[in-house]
């Protein structure tokens, strides 16, 4: 199997440096103050689809002969790779047929849209990324097209590098000597390209990926020694959220890779919101997963010099209010219960009185059901002002129920009723 290597990376850099916007590496003195670390962003947010995809997308289109680019490719996504796609084929003046599950946030529908204009075709098949990816190479043979594959092709992982070698070459330039550098995992083109050139150029440099809770597929494949499709993943990091790597990434991560790491959704989401209010950077999830990961490695890192790849900002900003939700739940300042109340005037103010502190609010009161008897279910949303208050309100809510339902202990019901 073919490895990439450092000196595929600078081939593919002098394709495209002239192509894509070299992006700049920040230091962050919130963020390095905060872990006592030299913290620097990599920010691929600012790339031209506001993501590191174009670079792989542009660099394997480019390569194509020209015959089967005439042809016109095909591809599927959870909408980066899409845009860098999209992008590609309207300079190139080619056709695109792009493939995206239709989960995928309207925001990034319509910037595929707008990149590629009259020379790309959307569909929107499947509810994950690989049930778009089945749909997409099933219409790829059947119309003679060349399949742009998102991370498991050599020279998608060579554009991905390219990033690696001009964070390198900054740093080196700005007196840094990097000791960690952290970037998401999805399918694994982008740790496969920053991994191979970092660890040819730089060997001391710790590669770390970082991968969603609810979608580990890179860990799978490591636990498996290969690729293996996950039961099922949590699509909330939809640029993070594949259920197989690639075989051609899978084998660059085992061989560059120092180390992989899981965060919480939850964490990615306060990750988010910290982010946008102290850097005023809009990362999408996937965007935000190696900023994440400096707080489960926050005592490796102590002394250390760090760089995250903020590998995208296409964030939908109709997701914010589950973003926040998401986040106060993390925090353990928002909770949700299923108590029983009774059926009388002044059951409620009895339960602001006796059971919520002083700080405490209710966010959402809903009858399940409203029946002529005694009691009846109500799903309670409660918002704390410190997370140490939650005890006594367990304590306070049991004896106000002893039957209540902790909302966080069944995701099925809260899955259901919130």
């Known amino acids: 199997m073919e490895i990439v290597k ?4 600078r081939t593919a850099y002098q394709l495209l440096k002239n192509a894509v916007t070299h992006t700049p590496l920040q230091y962050d003195r919130y963020l390095s103050e905060k872990y006592q670390a030299n ?36 591809c599927a996504s959870a909408g980066n790779h899409a845009q860098g796609v999209a992008y590609t084929c309207h300079e190139l003046n080619s056709h695109a047929a792009i493939f995206m599950p239709s989960t995928t946030p309207q925001q990034k529908v319509s910037q595929v849209q707008f990149f590629g204009g009259d020379n790309v075709e959307i569909f929107l098949i499947g509810d994950t990324f690989d049930a778009s990816a089945t749909a997409a190479r099933k219409y790829c043979e059947e119309n003679n097209m060349t399949f742009i594959d998102p991370f498991n092709d050599p020279n998608i992982i060579a554009g991905q590098g390219t990033l690696a070698l001009e964070m390198m070459t900054d740093a080196e330039r700005e007196g840094f000597k990097p000791d960690y550098v952290l970037a998401a995992i999805g399918g694994g083109g982008l740790i496969s390209g920053v991994s191979s050139y970092v660890k040819n150029t730089s060997p001391t440099t710790k590669v770390i990926g970082v991968e969603p809770a609810g979608a580990p597929s890179m860990q799978a494949a490591f636990d498996n020694e290969g690729p293996i499709e996950l039961n099922e993943i949590d ?22 890779v120092d180390g992989l790491v899981t965060v919480d959704e939850g964490l990615v989401c306060s990750t988010i919101l910290e982010m946008y209010g102290k850097q005023a950077i809009i990362a999408e999830p996937a965007g935000a997963l190696s900023v994440a990961a400096l707080e489960p490695l926050k005592d490796e890192i102590k002394g250390k010099t760090v760089i995250c790849i903020i590998s995208g900002g296409n964030n939908d900003i109709n997701r914010m209010a589950e973003i926040e939700e998401r986040s106060l739940m993390y925090e353990g300042l928002k909770h949700y219960f299923v108590v029983s109340f009774p059926q009388r005037p002044g059951a409620l103010k009895e339960f602001v009185t006796e059971v919520l502190g002083p700080d405490d609010d209710i966010t959402r009161f809903e009858y399940t059901k409203k029946v002529n008897r005694g009691a009846g279910p109500v799903i309670l949303g409660i918002l704390l002002k ?15 129920d002893p039957n209540y339902i902790d909302l966080s202990e069944n995701q099925t019901l809260y899955g259901l009723l919130v």
């Not at 450092?6 to 990376?9: F, L, M, P, T, Y």
């Open 6 to 9: 450092d000196s595929d990376v």
């Open 386 to 400: 410190r997370k140490e208050d939650l005890p006594a309100l367990l304590k306070n809510i049991e004896q106000f």
């Open 235 to 256: 699509k909330f990091v939809d640029g993070a959220a594949v259920k197989k790597v690639g075989e051609i990434t899978y084998t660059h991560a085992n061989k560059y």
């Open 39 to 74: 913290v620097l962003f990599k920010r691929e947010d600012l790339q031209k689809v506001r993501s590191f995809k174009l670079r792989g997308a542009y660099y394997a289109i480019k390569k194509l002969p020209a015959a089967e680019l005439k042809k016109g490719v095909v």
